[in-house]
């Protein structure tokens, strides 16, 4: 899988990803990535929910309709 990485040494701060057709790369190492409707830091095992358009991350099904909402209106 492209988002694996080492777990030996966890690195701290915000991660910088590509979003992928059901999956992500990570393309500077971090622990975590920020949603784009919140600014909630999600874990990078937590990440289930992005956009490979707008290439944001979400933390809920909620942030995600919020931010289909946003682009609508």
């Known amino acids: 899988m492209l988002n694996r990485f080492d777990h030996s040494m966890p690195p701290n701060g915000e991660a ?5 057709d ?3 790369r ?3 190492p971090g622990s975590f990535v920020r949603c784009a409707v919140t ?3 999600i874990a990078l095992e937590e990440l289930k929910y992005w956009s490979v358009d707008r290439q944001e991350a979400y933390i ?5 309709l919020q931010r289909h909402k946003e682009k609508l209106g």
């Open 16 to 20: 910088e990803v590509k979003y992928l």
């Open 22 to 24: 059901g999956d992500f």
């Open 26 to 28: 990570v393309v500077r």
């Open 39 to 41: 600014g909630a830091p």
């Open 60 to 64: 809920s099904p909620e942030a995600v």
